[in-house]
């Protein structure tokens, strides 16, 4: 695989998936077949376990570019209940970082919030970077076109 591409880590016993970036070359590890960043690891819950079974899936080209026109890119802020409190503390907190469009980034799908959808990874990453701080657990996801709802619809609607 080139270095570059973006491909998608899934656990396989619980289901929880993430997109990173191929940056390096390795493991070099026996029977191990890709080794993630501390942030990627705790994004996967992996923090005490430290070696999981995962899959992987090519899912971008080196430029950043998704293979399929099938899903858009999101930033994973929580899993919660997304109640309206929950939505209206997310928002002031994105906004407290500078993001004035925070109401039309977010989105909910089940108990999921996210930003997004991006462009392209660069830009979720970007927006990454900009909320690590205060979502220490947030990562880059992969939804299906149109699974994603506007969080703050959501809310009204409740």
Do not use: C, W
């Not at 077949?33 to 992996?46: F, K, T």
């Not at 989105?107 to 990453?125: E, L, N």
């Amino acid at each position: 695989v080139p270095l570059g591409t973006l491909v998608k880590v899934t656990r396989k016993d619980i289901g929880r998936s993430l997109v990173v970036r191929i940056n390096d070359r390795g493991p070099y590890k026996r029977r191990r077949i890709i080794d993630l960043s501390y942030a990627a690891a705790d994004s996967l819950q992996m923090k005490r376990k430290g070696v999981t079974r995962v899959t992987i899936e090519v899912v971008g080209d080196k430029d950043g570019r998704l293979l399929s026109n099938k899903h858009e890119f999101f930033v994973r802020l929580k899993d919660e209940e997304p109640t309206g409190k929950a939505i209206q503390r997310q928002i002031a907190r994105l906004t407290r970082l500078g993001m004035n469009d925070a109401s039309s980034l977010l989105h909910i799908h089940g108990g999921t919030m996210a930003m997004g959808p991006f462009a392209d990874f660069d830009a979720a990453q970007t927006a990454l970077t900009r909320v690590a701080t205060t979502h220490p657990g947030a990562s880059i996801i992969l939804a299906e076109k149109g699974s994603m709802n506007p969080a703050v619809r959501n809310v009204a609607t409740r």
